[in-house]
T-cell receptor, first 117, second 113 residues
Framework: EAGVAQSPRYKIIEKRQSVAFWCNPI?????LYWYQQILGQGPKLLIQ????????DSQLPKDRFSAERLKGVDSTLKIQPAKLEDSAVYLC???????????????FGPGTRLTVL | QQQVKQSPQSLIVQKGGISIINCAYE??????FPWYQQFPGKGPALLIA?????SEKKEGRFTISFNKSAKQFSLHIMDSQPGDSATYFC????????????FGTGTRLQVTL
C-alpha cells in the first residue's frame, strides 16, 4: 500500500513570496490533515478535511494560509505572502473510517521543509 | 487546557538500557494517548497507543504506563537499540473531535553502542 505522498520535499523562498504544497493521501482515506512542525516542536494541526469539506481550520492563519481539497482526494496548502516565521516542515496526514467510526491512527507523509529567507 | 507537556527534551541511553519519556496533560476530556516515532526526513509513525481504561499497554519492547489521577503517561523502551534512535512525540485527543491530536514537544533519543 502506497503511503501519503507530498511534494515538493524542500522549498526555499524569499519572504513575501507565495508557495504551495501538494498532498496525495492513502487511497480510500476520507480524512486529510495538514500540520505545521516548527523545529524543536511537535506538529500543530492547521486544517482537517473530511472528503472535500473542512472539519476544523481553527488554527489556520487565514490571512495568509489557504487549503483546498476539491475532489476529496489530493489537497493543496498555500501560503501567500510568506513570513520568516513560516519556516517549518509541513506535514500531511490521512486517516480512514472503519464503518462509521474514524480510526484514531493518522498516517503521515514525509513532509515539505520550507525555508523562508 | 489543550497542552501536552513532554520531557526530557533529549535523552542518551546505552544499548540495552531502558529509555523513559514522560508526558503530562491538562484536559481531562482526553481519552486517547498515542506515541509517535519520527526518523529524520520522515513523517511521524504511530508506535503504540493507550486509552484510560487500562493502566499499562505493552507491545514488544515498548510499554505505555498511564496514571489517570496524575494526568500523566510515559513510554518505556526496554533493551534500547541503536535503531530506536529517533524523536518521540506523545499526543492526546478526545473522542468526538474527529481525532484532533495535540502533540507534545518531542524527545530526541540517542542510543549509543
Amino acid at each position: 500500500e502506497a503511503g501519503v505522498a507530498q511534494s515538493p520535499r524542500y522549498k526555499i523562498i524569499e519572504k513575501r513570496q507565495s508557495v504551495a504544497f501538494w498532498c496525495n493521501p492513502i487511497s480510500g482515506h476520507a480524512t486529510l490533515y495538514w500540520y505545521q512542525q516548527i523545529l524543536g516542536q511537535g506538529p500543530k494541526l492547521l486544517i482537517q478535511f473530511q472528503n472535500n469539506g473542512v472539519v476544523d481550520d481553527s488554527q489556520l492563519p487565514k490571512d495568509r494560509f489557504s487549503a483546498e481539497r476539491l475532489k476529496g482526494v489530493d489537497s493543496t496548502l498555500k501560503i501567500q505572502p510568506a513570513k520568516l516565521e513560516d519556516s517549518a516542515v509541513y506535514l500531511c496526514a490521512s486517516s480512514f473510517y472503519r464503518g462509521a467510526v474514524l480510526v484514531d491512527e493518522q498516517f503521515f507523509g514525509p513532509g515539505t521543509r520550507l525555508t523562508v529567507l | 487546557q489543550q497542552q501536552v507537556k513532554q520531557s526530557p527534551q533529549s535523552l542518551i541511553v546505552q544499548k540495552g538500557g531502558i529509555s523513559i519519556i514522560n508526558c503530562a496533560y491538562e484536559n481531562t476530556a482526553f481519552d486517547y494517548f498515542p506515541w509517535y516515532q519520527q526518523f529524520p526526513g520522515k513523517g511521524p509513525a504511530l508506535l503504540i497507543a493507550i486509552r484510560p481504561d487500562v493502566s499499562e499497554k505493552k507491545e514488544g519492547r515498548f510499554t505505555i504506563s498511564f496514571n489517570k489521577s496524575a494526568k500523566q503517561f510515559s513510554l518505556h523502551i526496554m533493551d534500547s537499540q541503536p535503531g530506536d534512535s529517533a524523536t518521540y512525540f506523545c499526543a492526546a485527543s478526545r473522542t468526538g473531535t474527529a481525532s484532533k491530536l495535540t502533540f507534545g514537544t518531542g524527545t530526541r533519543l540517542q542510543v549509543t553502542l
